[in-house]
């Protein structure tokens, strides 16, 4: 083999791997930013809290003006059996960063131990395949499924919840590269409740904290508010970064608006300014994050806070 070959091919590994490591850290970015109205997203030990079936379906979008920018696409489901004691739940994600699609798939189950009249405990784990752009020296660029697997634990009373989960514990090999400083593996600490200001006001108050080896720490907090439990707004704020370019700073704002139609169906749109990755960062029109929810609910015991 020549040297310009062999040069060509290592720059193309070079650039698959650290595709496969954006793209890894992607899925999780786009499951962290919806951890508000799906929790299970980053902790499976939620996986049925909420009591009754739930199906929520989110599209996201970039950038609506730069062509080729990153969208993905989540649904989540989750519920209960053996009386509320065991939660069960699904989770899929379709994520597109410029010509590079990803793909996970994931079940989560949880166990909730009634620890008082007030607080109940979920202890759950999750496991599932996500599907990355890989590339090595013997076998060129492929889509690969790699095994995932987290715990998680959720504590929680009608007013507060609290809770502390890894969602990624398995390191990876990706082709005949480590690339363990992009494949991310957080732990996250959260924290919430709710508080009625008023009969017709109800307040939602979150904070999350997230712990990444050789990385920033980061910190979301914010609040929502639901008005006759029909309209919702809220609006918080990210703060934290990482050590190099591909884990940059994130400070932006979130900007959140829900309706509830019905008992059934609830409808969202959440916008950020989060700024555009390198790849983008010549482009000078609009930029920030667009999301839409529909959130179903076949048979609602009544309003749901999370």
Sequence with gaps: MST?????????????????????????????????QNPMAINPGFTGVRGDFNMTAIFRRKWFNIRNSPASQTFAA??????GKIGL????????????????????????????????????????????????????????????????????????????????LLSQQFGNQSIAN??????YLTAGGSYDLSPDVMMLPHVLVIQEKDH?????????????????????YRIGGGYNSFSAKVDYVQLTAEVQL??????????????????????????????LMLKFIPNPAGFQKY
Excluded: C
């Design 4 to 36: 310009l070959s062999t040069l060509v091919r290592a720059a193309g590994l070079l650039v698959l791997v650290l595709f496969a490591g954006q793209a890894a850290f992607a899925q999780r970015e786009v499951m962290l930013e919806q951890y508000v």
């Design 78 to 83: 989750d519920g209960t059996i053996a009386d």
């Design 182 to 187: 992009y494949y991310r593996r957080p732990l």
């Design 262 to 291: 019905g008992q059934n169906v609830r409808l969202g749109y959440f916008y950020s300014t989060r700024q555009a990755e390198q790849i983008y960062a010549n482009y000078n029109g609009p930029k920030g994050v667009h999301e």
């Design 89 to 168: 739940g699904f989770q899929a994600l379709n994520d597109q960063t410029s010509y590079f699609t990803t793909t996970a798939f994931s079940g989560s189950f949880a166990y909730h131990l009634g620890l008082s009249d007030k607080w109940k405990l979920g202890l759950g784990a999750q496991g599932g395949i996500n599907v990355l752009p890989i590339s090595d020296f013997n076998y060129g660029g492929t889509n690969r499924a790699l095994g995932s697997f987290g715990l998680g634990a959720w504590l929680h009373s009608d007013q507060l919840y609290f809770g502390v989960s890894k969602p990624e």
């Design 216 to 236: 920033d720490l980061r910190v979301d907090f914010g609040s929502r508010f639901w008005f006759y439990e029909k309209v919702g707004l809220g609006a918080s």
